[in-house]
């Protein structure tokens, strides 16, 4: 493998896609608890059981990185360690994303009556599926990762998280930012920003 290969994802990136799971989930628990079509049968019990392990996930999520202690270093601080143990953690839940994303991805292709690939069905399934603006690495798409999109840039992360080497840097802490800490939402747009990037949920664009 080359150096490139093996260089770590940064602590801001891993917030940058735990932002972007926890946007496409939130459609998925709106859709599982309001189906758009009364003709896309799915058991209630079902649909209550895929919505409670949907906001299992996404209160794990939030647990992990909603807190703020530590979203932008100061300048004479270390805080490695602490974003080491939370990456750890957050590589582990994405493990668990990963083999639930098929689950999620057939449902609400049910639920939306919408293919995955292409031609979705309106501007919720296609930002769910294919991402916003065409990115495509944020979409769930068929919730495989051989068929790429978001299932395969999280698989990618976790490999080489796994792989080790050395971590990404973070992001410049902006001047206006010195003294403030900034939380899970501000570094993921902190980051995309500086990576040609802007975050965008179903009816929101930042």
């Given at each position: 493998?080359?150096?490139?290969e093996?260089?770590?994802?940064?602590?801001?990136?891993?917030?940058?896609?735990?932002?972007?799971?926890?946007?496409?989930?939130?459609?998925?628990?709106?859709?599982?608890?309001?189906p758009?079509?009364?003709?896309?049968y799915?058991?209630?019990?079902?649909?209550q059981?895929?919505?409670?392990?949907?906001?299992?996930?996404?209160?794990?999520?939030h647990?992990l990185?909603?807190?703020?202690?530590?979203?932008?270093?100061?300048?004479?601080?270390?805080?490695?360690?602490?974003?080491?143990?939370?990456?750890?953690?957050?590589?582990?839940?994405?493990?668990?994303?990963?083999?639930?994303?098929?689950?999620?991805?057939?449902?609400?292709?049910?639920?939306?009556?919408s293919?995955?690939?292409?031609?979705?069905?309106?501007?919720?399934?296609?930002?769910?599926?294919?991402?916003?603006?065409?990115?495509?690495?944020?979409?769930?798409?068929?919730g495989?990762?051989?068929?790429?999109?978001l299932?395969?840039?999280?698989?990618?992360?976790?490999?080489?998280?796994?792989?080790?080497?050395?971590?990404?840097?973070?992001?410049?802490?902006?001047?206006?930012?010195?003294?403030?800490?900034?939380?899970?939402?501000?570094?993921?747009?902190?980051?995309?920003?500086?990576?040609?990037?802007?975050?965008?949920?179903?009816?929101?664009?930042?």
């Open positions: 493998m080359s150096g490139f093996t260089i770590k994802p940064s602590y801001d990136e891993w917030m940058y896609f735990t932002q972007v799971v926890l946007d496409r989930l939130s459609t998925v628990t709106q859709i599982y608890k309001n758009p079509h009364v003709d896309a799915m058991r209630e019990k079902e649909r059981e895929k919505l409670g392990m949907t906001v299992a996930v996404m209160r794990q999520l647990t990185t909603d807190e703020p202690a530590f979203g932008l270093f100061e300048e004479d601080q270390d805080t490695s360690a602490l974003e080491e143990g939370l990456i750890a953690q957050i590589q582990l839940a994405m493990v668990d994303v990963l083999a639930k994303l098929p689950i999620w991805s057939a449902d609400m292709q049910l639920l939306l009556k293919p995955w690939m292409q031609n979705c069905a309106g501007k919720v399934a296609t930002i769910l599926f294919r991402g916003p603006e065409r990115r495509e690495e944020e979409g769930i798409g068929s495989m990762v051989e068929h790429g999109r299932p395969a840039k999280l698989a990618a992360m976790v490999d080489l998280e796994s792989a080790g080497g050395e971590r990404a840097a973070r992001v410049k802490k902006p001047a206006a930012a010195q003294g403030d800490v900034m939380r899970r939402e501000d570094l993921a747009r902190l980051w995309a920003k500086q990576n040609g990037a802007f975050l965008r949920t179903a009816g929101r664009m930042d």
